[in-house]
């Protein structure tokens, strides 16, 4: 079966740096998302890596490497509206349904 | 960017009713569409992935009968929950798919339901 894991919760302070773990073992791979979501809202996109390495975009960047089947997400200069939950998915190939880790529940204190 | 609508954003209904949700892509032609349900504090569950033209693919423990998708265009798939009980209401979300294989899935906002 598709094994996706990512810590359960996490805490950091506000204007400090965090980084979200998420590490895979799928039966294909075709790119890898991270998605917000925020208590009772859908998820919003945050990122996509599909070659290894660091993609940045402003505060939020994010990590691939796929012979280790890991990834990460980095927020810098937290924000108490970070707070939420961080979806780690993968596509597994072709037009098919990203499969989801349990998602990362970010708590930002000040 | 891509957009796509859900309506209605909240419903409560009876015990035995049906209710429809849409799904629609406001700016783009979907050729797939995903309808994920969530409980509280849990992580989205696929329940079934819509083709524009043919029958949906329902996951393992989803019952098609129940949980009816019609995805008639390529901007519209429509997810019915037939004799809703209490234990249906969840958050129902859907999500569309570009053409490309390679593109990212763009999720609607949201349907609550709440069945009395």
């Known amino acids: 079966g598709q094994n996706i894991d990512q810590p359960t919760e996490m805490t950091a302070t506000e204007g400090a740096i965090v980084q979200i773990n998420c590490t895979y073992q799928?039966?294909?791979?075709?790119?890898l998302f991270w998605y917000q979501q925020h208590a009772g809202e859908a998820p919003t996109f945050l990122s996509y890596?599909?070659?290894?390495g660091l993609e940045e975009k402003g505060r939020f960047s994010s990590f691939l490497s796929r012979s280790k089947g890991y990834s990460y997400l980095l927020l810098k200069e937290l924000q108490m509206k970070d707070s939420a939950s961080y979806l780690c998915?993968?596509?597994?190939?072709?037009?098919?349904?990203?499969?989801f880790g349990k998602g990362t529940r970010l708590s930002v204190i000040a | 960017g891509a957009v796509v609508s859900q309506h209605p954003s909240r419903v409560i209904c009876k015990s035995g009713t049906s209710v429809k949700i849409e799904c629609r892509s406001l700016?783009?032609?979907?050729?797939?569409m995903f309808w994920y349900r969530q409980f509280p504090k849990k992580s989205l569950m696929l329940m079934a992935t819509?083709?524009?033209?043919?029958?949906?693919?329902?996951e393992q423990g989803v019952e098609k009968d129940k949980f009816l998708i019609n995805h008639a265009s390529l901007t519209l798939s429509t997810l019915t929950v037939t004799s809703a009980h209490p234990e249906d209401s969840s958050f129902y979300i859907c999500?569309?798919?570009?053409?490309?294989?390679?593109?990212?899935?763009?999720f609607g906002p949201g349907t609550r339901l709440t069945v009395l």
């Open positions: 998915a993968v596509l597994i190939s072709g037009n098919t349904p990203l499969v």
């Open positions: 890596n599909v070659l290894d």
């Open positions: 700016d783009f032609q979907a050729t797939t």
């Open positions: 819509s083709n524009e033209g043919s029958k949906a693919t329902y």
């Open positions: 999500s569309a798919s570009l053409a490309s294989s390679t593109d990212t899935q763009y």
């Open positions: 799928t039966s294909g791979f075709n790119g």
